[in-house]
Structure formats: C-alpha cells, structure tokens
C-alpha cells in the first residue's frame, strides 16, 4: 500500500494531452515538494519533475507538474509514443520521516 | 555526466543475504548522500535507506533490521546488503544519487539501472 496514491493506469493517443493525478496528505504532499519520476523498462529511472514543476535540464516541456494542497498533478501534452512508460510521484513525509512514492501510474500511448 | 552502474546476484533463496553495490561515474561522490530503493513486481517504490561518503545511514524502519549499507571512497562505490530474505523481497533494486531541496528535503536526480533481484527456493 502506498503513501501516495496514483491511477494504475493511463492512456492517450498521439497528440493529446494527459494527466496524472497523485494524491497525499498533509504531512508529505500538504507541505513538501512533489517529484515525478519516469521508468522505462531496461532503463535508468528519470528525474521528471522537481520541486513541484520544474523540468530538469534535458526535460522537454511539453511535462508539466503542478500542486494543490495535498495533491499534484503531471501533465503530457503533445503525447509520443515514445512516452509510454510508469510514471510516479514522490515527496519527504514529515511523519514517516523519509521519502514517499505513489503506486505508479501505467502510461499508455493507443 | 553523472553515471550509475550496479551488479550483484540475481537469484537468491529464502533466507539468503541480497548482495548489490553501485560505481558511480562522473561528478562527485562525496558531496552527496546515496541511496536504494526497490520496486517489488506490480507494486510501488520503496526507499531502502541512504549513506554519505563517510559511512553515515539512514534506514526505513521497516528493514532497518535487515539492511546494511556501506560505501568504499577509493573506487566511488556503495554497497547494499539484506539479509534474511523471503520471496516479498524479490524486487528491482535501484541505487540514485540523493539530491536535497531547499529545506533539506531529499530527492533523487540520478538513477541505476537497476538490478532483478528474485528470492525463490
């Protein structure tokens, strides 16, 4: 059972725009920055999002995050194939006293 | 640019100890904490603690029983080792550099690749 909690699953077609939701409460979520993360099978996981909405160097911009309270979102305009993957969010709990994540969030591009 | 590149056994038995360690390539090692995480089949990523460069932990409380990581400075490495393994630890085990915020919050902006670890009779 995770901290977090994501949709399993996602879906879009090429172009559209997507978002996944990621939800927490006050003690993560509710006062702490949202990372995204994005995994490829066979490959490293990527660093996504950072402090809530901003895009490492190299991350297109067609990624987006945002938070509202106890919950965050990422958004995937201009949907590629090549997006399809598991996307998870995360945040430092201060009752847990160490980092959270969120079940994953399966993408895929029909 | 930061590189992570991890080995270790991959199948293991019941009650084994999970052996995995982690070189790190490019940037500095000791500036950081380092970290494993894992991601069981179908299921979420769990943090399994953290080390610096001088050996100082932090473990989840749910394996800190378990686990024990160090690190070996002279080759840029970390290690992690979990003992008393059941099937529940089968997982892919990543190792990632530990970044903080501005709070002091960590976060994780490098990554392994990450190793299948299977714990089966």
């Known amino acids: 059972q995770s901290v977090l909690t994501q949709p399993p699953s996602a879906s879009g077609t090429p172009g559209q725009r997507v978002t996944i939701s990621c939800s927490g409460s006050s003690s993560n979520i509710g006062s702490n920055y949202v990372y995204w993360y994005q995994l490829l099978p066979g490959t490293a996981p990527k660093l996504l999002i950072s402090r809530n909405n901003q895009r490492p160097s190299g991350v297109p911009d067609r990624f987006s995050g945002s938070k509202s309270v106890t919950s965050a979102s990422l958004a995937i305009s201009g949907l590629r194939s090549e997006d399809e993957a598991d996307y998870y969010c995360a945040a430092w709990d201060d009752s847990l006293s160490r980092p959270v994540f969120g079940g994953g969030t399966k993408l895929t591009v029909l | 640019q930061v590189q992570l590149h991890q080995w270790g056994a991959g199948l293991l038995k019941p009650s084994e100890t999970l052996s995995l360690t982690c070189a790190v390539y490019?940037?500095?090692?000791?500036?950081?904490?380092w970290s494993w995480i894992r991601q069981p089949p179908g299921k979420g990523l769990e943090w399994i603690g953290e080390?610096?460069?001088?050996?100082?932990?932090n473990y989840n409380p749910s394996l800190k029983s378990r686990v024990t990581m160090s690190v070996d400075t002279s080759k840029n490495q970390l290690s992690l080792k979990l003992s008393s393994l059941t099937a529940a630890d089968t997982a892919v085990y990543y190792c990632?550099?530990?970044?903080?915020?501005?709070?002091?919050?960590?976060?994780?902006?490098?990554w392994g690749p990450g190793t299948l670890v299977t714990v089966s009779s």
């Open positions: 990632a550099r530990v970044d903080s915020d501005g709070y002091n919050r960590p976060y994780f902006d490098y």
């Open positions: 490019g940037g500095s090692f000791s500036d950081y904490y």
């Open positions: 080390i610096d460069h001088f050996g100082s932990t």
